[in-house]
């Protein structure tokens, strides 16, 4: 779906809709989807971005104004993780579950492509990277146990150690009678994001921001330094939060900074510890 106006008109000057204007299409789009899915079919959806479907269609030799060109596009496995399902939606309530699918699959395929460039494709590389995995998924955990009852939002920023490009992520975690909900789209790019971070020894900052509570809205913060998460002190958490509002990220209303607490610790080894770096010379975050 061509959901933005702007990607709409630089795809219509390739003649792909015609003379519908968006919001035509729009509509038509909606029609053509509740009908397919009426008669049994599973529909998937991806997001057309002008520009990454022009470089698409560069790089393997199509016509961008023709079908097969864009059945192409869309059927192009480059975007991670499982496709997203129309489930029945009204248009006003899919386009922007839409935009956030597509967002989370853009941030999650930037970070795998930093991970494994990071670990390398040998067998060393190979159990690296079921180590960082193994360890990004022991924190996430630990984080839910310690976050408590609720919905909370994670936080996440980091960069390579040889300045980087920055990569960020953020996920809800929801915690129910002791139940850690499964996340979504945005938990595996976060998952994915740290684990790029871990993996080239990066720099960055986790927050763990809680439900406002009678006090405020509890924030808890820890330090990524050489690939390695500890506990920042509250006055960290702080100088991170402004940090963040100096970059344009508002400064949580309310926000009562505390400590991070205790993090299972990477298991160093020869094979796998990000202090070393990654072994076949991988590149830093870009």
Known sequence: MAVGAADFAGLARHGLFGKLAHREYLRRTEEQLRALRGQGLEVHLRVMEAADYADYCEAVGLDPGTAVARVAYAGDPELAGEPFVYAGERLAELVPLLLDDHRARVRMSVACGVLLSAVGADLAGQRQLQAVMAYVTAVYVAVAEGAGEGCHLLTLRCHGPEDGEQLTAAAELCVEAGTLFPGGRDTEAFCVTLAAG???????????????????????????????????????????????????????????????????????TADNDPADGPEDGGEPLA
């Open 198 to 268: 871990v993996a080239v020894g990066g720099a960055g900052a986790l927050l763990l921001h809680g439900d406002a509570g009678p006090e405020g809205l509890l924030v808890r913060g820890w330090a990524l330094a050489g690939g390695r998460l500890r506990p920042m002190g509250a006055h960290e958490v702080f100088d991170e939060l402004a940090d963040g509002a100096g970059r344009g990220v508002p400064f949580p209303s309310g926000a009562l900074p505390r400590p991070g607490f205790a993090l299972p610790e990477f298991p160093a």
